[in-house]
């Protein structure tokens, strides 16, 4: 009996062997790790590559803009003014393309362009200085001239209470446990409609708590692109993903609440 364990042990120490030298006699790529982007060192044409990806990744962008109905084209023509890059340097008298976009990411209640409605959020909510001074570049590349330099993106590195921001990159809570007020300092009425004020580009917020359960309106608001309403398909990505961790979780609780008495 002891013969015949030997010979397995034998022949599984073999295959070890075999398969160890097999592995070995790959040849082995070693492997890359990306490297941390710094903004604050880079060139232009950097800064336009980085903020392509935000502007079509995390800044939500494409969300509104590209469609022209709630909010302008700014990668192509827009009422024959050509794409952003090539008319952001006539938008406001006095102001220069680099200030004015970054007056329209920042504080974009100073100035709508006519015919849109005020939907815009403040940027800094989600984007960190950098990340917002890179997507400056990538829109004044289109059918403009750069002139986003690493030094604005040091100039724009203050802390984030100080930029009003929150946490870099994050979002800043809600400071009121008011639900009208947080609807409204969250950019919520630019699409959602309730009584005689808001915009049509999400579901009305009137009668709202008869069409859906406190735990759907939980839901909508913690995981926005987790259920669509019928018929808003089209606006999917618009609001953002981290809306909820703008809220306390007794904020949350107060404005699903309120949603849900809105019969």
């Not at 984007?127 to 724009?156: H, N």
């Not at 984030?160 to 409204?184: F, H, M, Q, W």
Request: with cysteine; charged share 20%.
């Amino acid at each position: 009996m002891w013969i015949k364990n030997l010979k397995v042990l034998a022949v599984g120490a073999f295959v070890l062997a075999f398969y160890t030298w097999i592995a070995h006699a790959i040849p082995q790529l070693p492997s890359e790790v990306p490297e941390a982007l710094d903004l604050n060192a880079a060139t232009p044409e950097v800064l336009v590559a980085a903020g392509e990806k935000i502007y079509n990744g995390a800044g939500g962008c494409t969300a509104c803009h590209g469609l022209g109905t709630r909010a302008p084209n700014l990668l192509t023509d827009e009422k024959g003014q050509g794409p952003i890059g090539a008319r952001c340097g006539t938008r406001e008298p006095g102001k220069d393309c680099k200030t004015y976009l970054h007056e329209a990411l920042t504080e974009p209640s100073e100035y709508v362009v006519k015919g849109y409605g005020p939907i815009m959020p403040d940027i800094r909510r989600t984007l960190d200085p950098g990340q917002i001074w890179a997507v400056i570049a990538f829109l004044e590349s289109q059918g403009g001239e750069v002139t986003v330099t690493s030094e604005d993106v040091k100039a724009g590195g203050e802390s984030a209470e100080e930029s009003g921001g929150g946490e870099a990159g994050g979002a800043e809570l809600s400071a009121t446990d008011d639900p009208k007020a947080i609807l409204n300092e969250k950019g919520c009425m630019g699409c959602h409609k309730l009584g005689d004020e808001g915009g049509a580009v999400g579901p009305a917020f009137d009668g709202i708590g008869s069409r859906a359960t406190k735990d759907y309106i939980r839901e909508s608001i913690i995981d926005p692109n987790a259920k669509i309403a019928q018929g808003f398909e089209q606006f999917k990505g618009m609001m953002p993903p981290n809306f909820g961790e703008q809220l306390s979780a007794t904020q949350l609780e107060i404005l699903v609440n309120f949603l849900a008495s809105q019969k």
